[in-house]
């Protein structure tokens, strides 16, 4: 069964620091990845997706994430972390179900920003 | 932009209560969605709809009933309600077929509070 896992629940980092959240997913198809991003009281908002044109996929607010096979992995980064960025962060997966695809989801991982 | 609206973002219910949650979207998207969040367990899939009328279940549909009458609009609905039951609910839609690279929009979340 296609699903992804999230390492680490929770991230800290300083403002301006890297930011990494780390993506690794299980499927025996070449995945479709997502990763999708929450700010308090909100709901889920696209950030990047992965549809195989390109390994290095970049998204919205300065963030992008590298597709590695030989890894399974999905890793998002960014490279100055603002205080804006303090949101959590899915990875997910596109499985086939009946006409249609769903979203299967990683456990998520909060980011918060030191200033 | 597609649009998907939960019209109720916070409801306080008592057990045995039966609840309706609301989803529309504006985009004429044949696909919607419902899913649960909570802690540590990211967003799972309780049911979703490819079509007027047809319903299929997800990976979490014990408790749980849903009604597509229009195209637009994606119903939830909690038979008796139960404490297990208390979490957010987030609705979705997406274009129809089984594209892989199809992105699921989100509503911004019903926050349910079972006593």
């Known amino acids: 069964a296609q699903s992804v896992t999230q390492l680490g629940s929770h991230v800290s980092v300083s403002e301006g620091a890297l930011v990494l959240l780390r993506c690794n997913y299980s499927?025996?198809?070449?995945?479709?990845l997502f990763w999708y991003v929450q700010y308090p009281n909100q709901g889920l908002q696209l950030l990047l997706k992965y549809t195989s044109a390109a390994t290095l996929v970049k998204g919205i607010n300065g963030f992008e994430a590298e597709f590695k096979k030989s890894e399974t992995s999905f890793h998002l980064t960014k490279p100055s972390a603002h205080m804006s960025d303090a949101a959590e962060y899915f990875c997910a997966v596109s499985v086939p179900i009946q006409g249609a695809q769903k979203l299967v989801f990683g456990q998520g991982t909060r980011l918060t920003i030191n200033p | 932009d597609v649009k998907v609206t939960q019209s109720s973002r916070y409801l306080v219910k008592r057990t045995g209560e039966k609840v309706f949650l609301e989803c529309v979207q504006d985009m004429d998207h044949e696909n919607m969605f419902w899913y649960r969040q909570d802690p540590g367990l990211g967003l799972r899939l309780i049911y979703f709809s490819y079509d007027v009328k047809m319903k299929e279940k997800g990976d979490i549909p014990e408790g749980y009933s849903v009604s597509r009458e229009k195209k637009e609009r994606f119903s939830l609905i909690l038979e008796s309600a139960s404490t297990n039951q208390t979490s957010m609910y987030l609705c979705a839609s997406s274009l129809r077929g089984n594209s892989g690279a199809n992105v699921l929009t989100f509503g911004a979340g019903s926050r349910l509070t079972v006593l």
């Open positions: 499927s025996s198809v070449p995945p479709y």
